[in-house]
């Protein structure tokens, strides 16, 4: 069975940073696009960044957190990472990381669209003072 797992998440005061990291027992990541996702209490799973596995390999940003959260990878530990600096009380949300195998699909334009393979459980990122 396939799992995603994420980690990294927690309590972290306005201005501060966290590091988020997605990994898989199943899949080899760098052969998928990755994505992140957040969802907050009330609203809609919105996509904050993506690692497209076609593309060029592009890493897409939601405007919301450009300047801020940073995407990398390490493939020898088949892990992804968000880097969330300057964290603001809206980045609050529970995030996810998905991952899809589609290489036909057009992740410029619908990197955003939660409609992936693969999801993890989800870890809770609260920024509050």
């Known amino acids: 069975q396939v799992q995603l797992v994420e980690s990294g998440g927690g309590l972290v005061q306005p201005g501060g940073s966290l590091r988020l990291s997605c990994t898989a027992s199943?899949?080899?990541?760098?052969?998928?696009?990755i994505s992140w996702f957040r969802q907050a209490p009330g609203k809609e799973r919105e996509g904050v960044s993506c690692f497209s596995h076609t593309d060029g390999s592009a890493t897409y940003y939601a405007d919301s957190v450009k300047g801020r959260f940073t995407m990398s990878r390490d493939n020898e530990k088949n892990t992804v990472y968000l880097q969330m600096n300057s964290l603001k009380p809206e980045d609050t949300a529970v995030y996810y990381c998905a991952a899809d195998p589609s290489v036909t699909r057009d992740y410029s334009s619908t990197w955003s669209r939660p409609v992936y393979d693969y999801w993890g459980q989800g870890t809770q990122v609260t920024v509050s003072s």
């Open positions: 199943t899949l080899t990541l760098k052969y998928y696009t």
